[in-house]
């Protein structure tokens, strides 16, 4: 399977009841004035209708459910850096 096709498949199939998670967690951050990062900003690229299962040098961002592989590290790395995920840490 090609990279591009996983990538989306992965975006296609994200578990609904993950974004109504997200959004109850977010919610109680809000109101309780604590930082909250969703992971899905830095894995997942809303514009592009893709979130990365496969690196762009073909490694798998998953091994099982939750868990990130090594060799995906410096790529996820890079994008939370690019997009500037921890920033909201920094306010």
């Not at 498949?9 to 994200?14: K, P």
């Not at 894995?43 to 459910?65: F, K, L, R, S």
Request: proline fraction near 4%; hydrophobic fraction near 45%.
């Amino acid at each position: 399977m090609r990279k591009a096709a996983a990538n989306r498949i992965h975006f296609e199939n994200i578990d609904p009841t993950v974004a109504e998670a997200n959004q109850f967690i977010a919610n109680v951050a809000t109101k309780t004035g604590a930082v909250y990062l969703a992971k899905e900003r830095f894995v997942c690229m809303q514009e592009q209708a893709i979130c990365h299962a496969i690196t762009p040098d073909g490694d798998a961002v998953y091994p099982d459910i939750g868990h990130y592989t090594v060799e995906s590290a410096g790529f996820l790395g890079r994008i939370v850096a690019e997009t500037g995920w921890l920033d909201p840490l920094y306010k």
